[in-house]
C-alpha cells in the first residue's frame, strides 16, 4: 500500500512538472481514442442541387458519385465555429467603451479556458496612451495578479522599454503606454493558446485597438504578430519589420513593429541583442511621430 502511495505521488510530481496543474473533469479522459461522428438520417440532409461546374483538367470524380468530387463534412467543432466567432465579433462590435468590452470578453462563454481561469487579464497601463503593446496570453502570475506582464517575463520587458523612456507608470519625461495580449484569459498549465482560443479572442483585441487608438502599436512575441497581421512566417522573421495594421473603427491603419516575446528572450539570452535593435526601430518611430510625454495620453 505504501508502494502504490509512492507511485501516485511521482507520478502527480512528474504531472505537475509537466504543468498539468488544473483538473479539468472528474474522470481522466483518454485522449488517444477518436469518438466515431453520430450518425446522421440521409432523410434529414436536403437534396444537393446539381451543379453545372466543369471539372478542372486531370480531375477524376468521387467513388460512386458522377461530376465533381463531394466535399469531406467538416468537424462537428468547426461547424459550430461560424456561430460561436459571430457572436464574439457582435458583442466586440456593440463595446463602445473600454470596461464595456472587458464585460463584454466575460460574457462570452465561447472560450472554454476562462472556466479555469482565476480571472480575466483585460490590461495595464495608461489608456488612451500613444504606445500600445499586444502580447501573447496571461500566465500564472499573471492569473493571480489580473494584469498582464506582471510575471519575469514581465519584468524583463518593462526594463526594456525603460531603456527607451517608455513606463506603464510614468513619472518624469517617460512616455507611458498601455499593454494587453491577443487572449486575456489564461491557458491551463500555461500552454499555448490554440488556434481556435486566438481566432475567438482577435475580435476582442481589434476592438481594445480601436478603443485605445494607439498611435503606434508593439506586437511582442509570434502569436501576437501572425494574429494581428495574418502573416505566416514565424516571430524570427517578423520581428523588426513594420506593418500597417488595419483596425475596424479606425480612420487610418496603426504603425506595428513585431518583436521577440520577453519570455523567449529569458529562454535565449543571445537574443536579446535583435530585441535591442526593435527598441531603437521603436524609438525612433516615436520621436519622428513627435510623441512627447505631456502628448500622449491623449494620443499627441
Known amino acids: 500500500m505504501a508502494r502504490e502511495a509512492m507511485d501516485a505521488a511521482t507520478a502527480l510530481a ?25 450518425a446522421r438520417p440521409r432523410a434529414a440532409l436536403p437534396a444537393a442541387p446539381r451543379m453545372s461546374r466543369p471539372s478542372p483538367p486531370g480531375a477524376s470524380a468521387a467513388p460512386g458519385a458522377p461530376g465533381a468530387p463531394v466535399a469531406p463534412v467538416a468537424p462537428a467543432a468547426a461547424r459550430r465555429a461560424p456561430p460561436v466567432a ?24 465561447g472560450l472554454v479556458i476562462r472556466e479555469t481561469a482565476t480571472q480575466l487579464v483585460f490590461a ?57 495580449n491577443i487572449v486575456t484569459w489564461r491557458p491551463p498549465g500555461n500552454r499555448n493558446p490554440t488556434d481556435e482560443e486566438i481566432a475567438l479572442s482577435l475580435p476582442f483585441c481589434l476592438r481594445h485597438i480601436a478603443l485605445a487608438r494607439p498611435r503606434l502599436l508593439l506586437m511582442a512575441g509570434g502569436v501576437s504578430a501572425k494574429a494581428l497581421t495574418g502573416r505566416t512566417e514565424g516571430v524570427l522573421r517578423l520581428r523588426g519589420r513594420w506593418f500597417d495594421l488595419p ?30 535593435h526593435d527598441l531603437l526601430l521603436l524609438r525612433e518611430a516615436i520621436d519622428e511621430a513627435g510623441i512627447v510625454p505631456e502628448a500622449s495620453s491623449a494620443n499627441g
Do not use: C
Open 86 to 109: 459571430g457572436r464574439a465579433r457582435a458583442l466586440a462590435d456593440a463595446a463602445d467603451t473600454l470596461p464595456a468590452l472587458a464585460q463584454a470578453i466575460r460574457d462570452f462563454d
Open 247 to 276: 483596425v475596424p473603427g479606425l480612420d487610418a491603419p496603426v504603425p506595428a513593429l513585431a518583436t521577440l516575446h520577453p519570455a523567449y528572450l529569458l529562454r535565449n539570452p543571445g537574443a536579446k541583442r535583435d530585441a535591442w
Open 124 to 180: 495595464d497601463g495608461v489608456p488612451g496612451a500613444a504606445i500600445m503593446i499586444v502580447g501573447e496570453a496571461p500566465g500564472a502570475d499573471e492569473d493571480l495578479q489580473g494584469k498582464p506582464f506582471v510575471g519575469k517575463s514581465g519584468q524583463l520587458l518593462d526594463r526594456m522599454l525603460a531603456s527607451i523612456g517608455l513606463s506603464r507608470a510614468p513619472t518624469g519625461g517617460q512616455l507611458p503606454f498601455y499593454i494587453t
Open 14 to 38: 512528474w504531472l505537475a512538472a509537466m504543468g498539468a496543474d488544473e483538473a479539468l473533469a472528474d474522470e481522466a479522459l483518454d485522449r488517444t481514442r477518436v469518438a466515431e461522428p453520430a
